[in-house]
């Protein structure tokens, strides 16, 4: 065999070896693009983008955490949290505007809740009743919420401090002296702050965006880019060897 020959053989084999090896590792990275971009073409079907991620090692992973503790109180064996100015009840989020929360007390079956500028009037469910401002006569500035020695609601205020009446429809400023007990904030349960935390960090990372990430490459961060980058230039080796390797069968 000349050496001319035996070079064009050595030159076929190496071809086809890399085509073959190269083929084989991208196998894995084949299946991933094509299942994820199945989904992401069916993403209302599947409401990938209405599903959210629980998982505390994706959450972790995104770096997805509550900027700040939770602050709870206790009322009527139910607890009234804020996270990251999300007001809840127990486990369950409040379909109310951001907000912190600044005491929560019972009043018989009610719980009212104090807001800086407002009182979330809750029933034994958490349903809520009604939201009272300044236009219902609700003093602004709220700092904090008790109870007096004669069961009324009082606040302190930035103003100062003032009572009501018993349907919380008239508030009058005083300054003698009363027995009051405010409300203080409590720990929760670290089953209840676990479960406050699933839920709240959930609502920032949808399936929708960890297929889209993974199919992009970008969960693994920029180092991840340039490995789907690297992917694709494989991809494209395979077709052009591919076609040289059919080139030169056909003759």
Same mark, same amino acid.
């Given at each position: 065999m000349s050496h001319r020959k035996r070079r064009h053989k050595l030159r076929w084999r190496s $071809?086809?070896?890399? &085509?073959?090896? *190269?083929?084989?590792? @991208?196998?894995?990275?084949? $299946?991933m693009l094509a299942i994820t971009g199945m989904m992401l073409n069916h993403t209302e079907a599947l409401k990938l983008d209405s599903r959210h991620v629980e998982s505390a090692t994706l959450l972790d992973w995104y770096g997805i955490k509550p900027a700040s503790a939770p602050h709870s109180y206790a009322v009527n064996n139910h607890w009234l949290s804020e996270l990251d100015r999300q007001l809840y009840f127990d486990d369950s989020p409040l379909a109310t505007e951001p907000s912190v929360i600044l005491g929560a007390i019972a009043l018989e079956e009610i719980l009212i809740a104090a807001l800086p500028n407002h009182l979330l009037l809750l029933t034994p %469910?958490?349903?809520i009743i009604e939201q009272m401002g300044q236009v219902h006569g609700i003093p602004n500035g709220i700092q904090q919420i008790g109870i007096n020695n004669e069961g009324m609601v009082v606040l302190n205020t930035d103003n100062g401090q003032y009572r009501s009446d018993a349907e919380l429809l008239e508030w009058v400023s005083f300054s003698a002296e009363q027995t009051i007990e405010w409300a203080q904030p409590q720990a929760p349960s670290a089953e209840l702050l676990d479960t406050l935390l699933i839920? &709240?960090? +959930?609502? +920032?990372?949808?399936?929708?965006?960890?297929?889209? %990430?993974? &199919? @992009?490459?970008?969960?693994?961060? /920029?180092?991840? $880019?340039?490995? *789907? %980058?690297? $992917?694709?230039? #494989?991809?494209?080796?395979?077709? /052009?060897? +591919? #076609?040289?390797?059919? /080139?030169?069968? @056909?003759?």
């Open positions: $071809v086809f070896l890399w &085509h073959r090896y *190269m083929g084989l590792c @991208s196998a894995l990275f084949v $299946v %469910d958490g349903e839920t &709240h960090r +959930g609502n +920032g990372l949808t399936l929708e965006r960890i297929i889209l %990430d993974t &199919h @992009s490459g970008r969960i693994l961060g /920029a180092w991840g $880019v340039y490995l *789907m %980058d690297a $992917v694709s230039i #494989i991809f494209i080796f395979l077709a /052009a060897a +591919g #076609i040289w390797i059919w /080139a030169k069968r @056909s003759h």
